[in-house]
């Protein structure tokens, strides 16, 4: 079955520092992969998305994400992290059957001053 | 703001009793799908719906139930509360049947309560 680790339950990073946020997941053809943020309050919204070509995908709000087969990985980086961006991030990976998305159990991000 | 709009916001009630959250849609949005978010499960995925037929489910209770009527708007029906089924309950929908075409749009959830 389909399955997604976020190994780093809460992350804290100075304003202005890059940030990496890690997902591996498991699934044995070639994965649809997904980053949401989830603010206090609100819902989910889509960072990026991966489901074929280019590894190196863009998203919203200068984030990127790389696709590594290799590793089982699709981690999420930003070069220079914002206040704004302190939130929760969640990594996701659709099922087999593409009926329904698997989200790992999230980071938090907090930034510093 | 995604254009999914869930109630209520908040809803406290006690165990043993029944409750209904609502989730209207994204214009033009056919599917629905219902997710719920705790603090030691995750967000794990109930239910889905595609033009008013049930289409996947996932890890939904047999207490629990859905639907999603003629002009797209969708109800999830939470029976016999426990305790457990404290929750942040999420509504998401899309235009597609699938979730690998598309994006999935979440509402701002209806935060469950029971006592």
């Given amino acids: ?113 | 703001d995604s254009g999914v709009t869930q109630t209520p916001k908040h809803l406290i009630t006690a165990t043993g009793q029944r409750v209904t959250l609502r989730c209207s849609p994204r214009s033009g949005d056919l599917s629905v799908y219902w997710y719920q978010q705790s603090l030691d499960q995750g967000l794990q995925f109930l239910i889905q719906y595609y033009n008013g037929e049930e289409r996947a489910k996932g890890n939904i209770l047999e207490r629990f139930s859905a639907q999603q009527f003629p002009d797209l708007h969708s109800e999830l029906n939470l029976s016999s509360l426990e305790l457990g089924d404290s929750a942040l309950y999420f509504c998401a929908s899309s235009v597609q049947v699938g979730v690998n075409t598309g994006e999935l749009f979440f509402g701002e959830g209806s935060r469950l309560t029971v006592l």
């Fill in chain 1, 1 to 113: 079955a389909q399955s997604v680790t976020q190994p780093d339950i809460h992350i804290t990073v100075s304003e202005g520092a890059s940030l990496e946020l890690r997902c591996n997941y498991s699934y044995g053809a070639t994965p649809y992969l997904f980053w949401y943020v989830q603010s206090p309050g609100q819902g989910l919204q889509l960072l990026l998305k991966y489901f074929s070509g280019d590894t190196l995908v863009q998203g919203i709000k200068g984030f990127e994400a790389e696709f590594k087969r290799s590793q089982s990985s699709f981690n999420l980086r930003k070069p220079s992290v914002h206040w704004s961006d302190a939130a929760e991030y969640f990594c996701a990976v659709a099922n087999q059957a593409g009926t329904a998305l698997i989200f790992g159990k999230g980071t938090t991000l907090s930034v510093s001053s």
